[in-house]
């Protein structure tokens, strides 16, 4: 018999590798069989349909979009509750709503709840697959590598009716991969942007992943950790806010409140790696003061990473109460999140250093010196070098080369 890798046959098929290795792992490619760690195809095997559940009622969502939340469902900050409301007639919705603003307000144990109850009751594929990422989510948060497999695996299995379905799938799989800085799997129309494969309702949200896949590289290339010809250091991440402003103008246009705070931190994150401190600033007070009304301080805990100190600064000027909250939960989320990254990639990642080590870090991470660190930091030289020192001593490296791979 004539065989094919799982390459080979995820080329053939359209689909990921690691999708293909799922269905190898798991019996439903017939006569694939295993050499080791390797898997060998049947070149005539055809790809499987996701598994059906027969009582699924297929319940239908007021959007085509397992995204709810960044639909203009939720269109004016602060309106959380009376949006919720508005669909209250549909159960499903309602439900997978109300979960995803409970994950934006860092309320983890309501959205594990909620999760659980999607995939006990075998809901619609919409719902399926939105509880799937809630659950991964709760998974992050809880350094839960078991519960993160678990997670993907109910979401490889979400009931597809169609291409656009298993299309969506594989989006959705990527994005939970995204969430611990692992963004190999998008599919190919998704690294240059095009979203055709994709339901007009969930565009919103496919900008926001989007704009997230863009910034990976461009961490990644000034870093050093991938080369791409012609390109640099910064360069990529000084040019990326020509990519996300015009986004944000079309998110406020389509009143996606959520879209637009997310589109805004990454467009934050862009200018302040740049060394553009007072444009990064604007955008973070812009989100801040979207997030506050409806108390969505688990989307600025995330963020915590990125800032630093500044983030802080920043929402204690608008609220104190803020601050402690926030501050609270990313002592659990930074916990959780190094934990489970570190599980999925097998390497270690720093959860112990300071605001203030890890901006040095990731400032010497991009290359900078220690003349030009002291300078953007209003600080010493000498400063700069201990804190180099201990950051190493803390995290076992030996090289300031090696700085870009734990944080």
Not at 18 to 38: D, H, N, T, Y
Not at 89 to 114: C, M, S, T
Not at 286 to 295: F, I, N, R, S, T
């Amino acid at each position: 018999m004539d065989y094919t890798t799982v390459s080979e046959a995820a080329k053939k098929w359209g689909v990921s590798p690691r999708r293909v290795q799922m269905l190898c792992s798991e019996g439903r490619i017939k006569g694939a069989v295993r050499f080791g760690p390797v898997w060998k195809i049947p070149a005539k095997a055809v790809l499987p349909n996701a598994r059906r559940k027969e009582e699924s009622p297929h319940l239908p969502m007021p959007r085509k979009s397992p995204f709810l939340d960044m639909t203009n469902l939720y269109n004016k900050a602060g309106t959380a509750e009376k949006s919720a409301e508005m669909l209250i007639n549909q159960p499903e919705a309602h439900a997978l709503f109300q979960a995803q603003i409970d994950y934006r307000r860092g309320e983890i144990e309501k959205v594990y709840e909620r999760a659980r109850y999607f995939l006990q009751a075998h809901s619609g594929f919409y719902a399926i697959l939105g509880g799937g990422m809630l659950l991964a989510q709760c998974a992050i948060w809880r350094g839960d590598v078991f519960l993160w497999k678990e997670a993907k695996k109910h979401m490889f299995e979400a009931p597809c009716k169609d291409d656009h379905d298993r299309e969506l799938v594989s989006l959705a799989l990527a994005i939970i991969d995204s969430s611990v800085y692992d963004n190999k799997d998008y599919p190919d129309w998704f690294k240059i942007g095009n979203f055709e494969a994709l339901p007009g309702d969930a565009h919103p949200a496919a900008k926001v992943f989007y704009v997230k896949y863009l910034y990976m590289a461009a961490y990644a290339i000034a870093t050093k950790q991938i080369k791409l010809e012609g390109v640099e250091g910064l360069a990529l991440m000084r040019m990326l806010p020509n990519t996300i402003e015009p986004m944000i103008s079309q998110a406020v246009i389509d009143k996606t409140v959520v879209p637009e705070m997310f589109l805004r931190m990454s467009c934050a994150v862009a200018y302040y790696n740049s060394g553009q401190k007072e444009r990064a600033i604007d955008h973070i007070d812009k989100a801040v003061a979207l997030a506050l009304p409806d108390q969505m301080y688990g989307f600025l805990t995330e963020y915590m990473r990125h800032f630093g100190e500044l983030l802080e600064q920043r929402i204690a000027l608008q609220s104190e109460d803020a601050l402690v909250a926030v501050k609270a939960l990313y002592n659990v989320y930074s916990v959780g999140w190094a934990r489970l990254s570190g599980q999925v990639k097998n390497k270690y990642v720093a959860n112990d250093l300071d605001p203030k080590e890890r901006e040095i870090a990731k400032l010497s991470a991009f290359g900078f010196t220690v003349k030009e660190i002291a300078k953007m930091l209003y600080t010493s030289e000498s400063t700069v070098s201990h804190t180099i020192t201990r950051i190493l001593a803390k995290t076992g490296l030996l090289s300031k080369k090696e700085l870009a791979f734990i944080l």
